[in-house]
């Protein structure tokens, strides 16, 4: 049997995307040793586990599960970053259903229609 002659594909591979984003970034303020430090300690206050209680019962994950430490008052709503007071520790869905629903709350400030 013959060989196979195998070319390269003549189809050129194109970035169809509109929209470029530009990459991910983690934010600066959430890198600092200060954030680290209260990260621990809001966590730690928590026992790695989750503190959203719903319907009386506290969620029941916890590490190893990924932690958040959630600012209760979120950053850009003027919540103290570094106040272990505005600080909880979160399960990842949890974490994502507060954030969703704090922003939810202020686009719904910024865009209520009068
Ligand atoms: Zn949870």
């Known amino acids: 049997m013959g060989k196979i002659k195998v070319v390269g594909t003549r189809i050129a ?19 600092t040793s200060e954030h680290r430090q ?26 190893p599960a990924r932690m958040f430490a959630d600012h209760i008052v979120e950053r850009r709503d003027g919540g103290d970053p570094l106040d272990p007071l505005n600080g ?10 507060k954030t969703a629903a704090a922003r939810a709350r ?9």
Do not use: F, I, M
């Not at 194109?14 to 959430?30: C, N, Y």
């Not at 909880?88 to 259903?97: A, E, I, P, V």
């Not at 202020?106 to 009068?114: F, I, W």
């Open 88 to 97: 909880q520790c979160l399960c990842g869905s949890h974490h994502t259903r």
């Open 38 to 63: 209260w990260r621990k300690a809001v966590c730690s206050r928590a026992g790695w586990r989750c503190e959203w209680v719903e319907g009386g019962r506290r969620c029941p994950v916890k590490a």
């Open 13 to 31: 591979l194109t970035d169809t995307r509109r929209v470029r984003l530009p990459p991910k970034q983690a934010d600066p303020e959430l890198l």
């Open 106 to 114: 202020r686009l719904g400030e910024n865009y209520s229609v009068r």
